[in-house]
C-alpha cells in the first residue's frame, strides 16, 4: 500500500520559516518525480514546486521563486519543501505528490500518489 504522509506544517508569523516533509513508502521514489502542492478553501490545487527523479532538476511556481526549496533524499524515501519568507497568502493546506509518467509535472493531472496533507498558516 503506497502511502504519502506530510508533516512540519503549523503556524508561524510573516517573514518566518517552516519545513514540510513527505515520507513515502510503498514505493520507491528514485522512480518518481515528486512534487509539492497546496490549496485553500474554495480554491483549487496549485503547484507549488517540483524535482526530478535524481533531484537534479527542480521547478517552481513563479510566487516561490526564491524562497522555497524542493528536495528529495531517495535513500531514506522522503521528499522536503523548505519554505522561508513566508507571506500571509502563502496559508493552505500543502500536498506532497509522487508522478511515474512523463507528464506535466506541474499538474494535478499528471500525479498518481497524494498525501493527505499538511496545514501552513501563515499570520501577519
Known amino acids: 500500500q503506497v502511502q504519502l504522509v506530510e508533516s512540519g506544517g503549523g503556524l508561524v508569523q510573516a517573514g518566518g520559516s517552516l519545513r514540510l516533509s513527505c515520507a513515502v513508502s510503498?514505493?520507491?521514489?528514485?522512480?518518481?518525480?515528486m512534487g509539492w502542492f497546496r490549496q485553500s478553501p474554495g480554491k483549487e490545487r496549485e503547484f507549488v514546486g517540483g524535482?526530478?527523479?535524481?533531484?537534479?532538476?527542480?521547478y517552481y511556481a513563479d510566487f516561490v521563486k526564491g524562497r522555497f526549496t524542493i528536495s528529495r533524499d531517495n535513500a531514506k524515501n522522503f521528499v522536503y519543501l523548505q519554505m522561508n519568507s513566508l507571506k500571509p497568502e502563502d496559508t493552505a493546506a500543502y500536498y506532497c505528490?509522487?508522478?511515474?509518467?512523463?507528464?506535466?509535472?506541474?499538474?494535478?493531472?499528471?500525479?498518481?500518489?497524494w498525501g493527505q496533507g499538511t496545514q501552513v498558516t501563515v499570520s501577519s
Open positions: 505528490g509522487a508522478t511515474s509518467g512523463y507528464g506535466y509535472i506541474k499538474s494535478v493531472a499528471s500525479y498518481d500518489y
Open positions: 510503498g514505493l520507491t521514489i528514485n522512480n518518481y518525480r
Open positions: 524535482i526530478d527523479w535524481s533531484g537534479r532538476y527542480q
